[in-house]
């Protein structure tokens, strides 16, 4: 089972930028294609941004896309998600998981058991 930890939240003016970060253990991370979700407050949790498990192919949802962008470090086991021009409907709380591949990423068929997840607030 993967156990999965968020970090980088954190309240910033529209137009700022923030950085997240994931650590995945209990699996092989270099295996395994990653994912960053987030969940408003009344909304369902949804797909943000996916990367591939080499890091050679990467998926946006449109809302972010060309402002958000994923990167990974198998020798780390970790996932970024750097965050620029935010917007405050930006603000959800985010969680990474894992999945087989880019496309069960982008379709949320993820493995993990959701984490805490971390707190992006975007003020107007």
């Known amino acids: 089972q993967v156990q999965l930890a968020e970090s980088g939240g954190g309240l910033v003016q529209a137009g700022g930028s923030l950085r997240l970060s994931c650590v995945a253990s209990?699996?092989?991370?270099?295996?395994?294609?990653m994912g960053w979700f987030r969940q408003a407050p009344g909304k369902e949790r949804e797909f943000v941004a996916g990367?591939?498990?080499?890091?050679?192919?990467?998926f946006y949802t449109d809302s972010v896309r060309g402002r958000f962008t994923i990167s990974r470090d198998n020798a780390k086991s970790t996932v970024t998600l750097q965050m620029n021009s935010l917007k405050p409907d930006d603000t959800a709380v985010y969680y990474c998981n894992q999945g087989g591949s880019l496309r069960t990423v982008i379709d949320s068929q993820v493995f993990g058991s959701w984490g805490q997840g971390t707190q992006v607030t975007v003020s107007s």
């Open positions: 209990g699996r092989t991370f270099s295996d395994y294609a």
């Open positions: 990367i591939s498990w080499s890091g050679g192919s990467t």
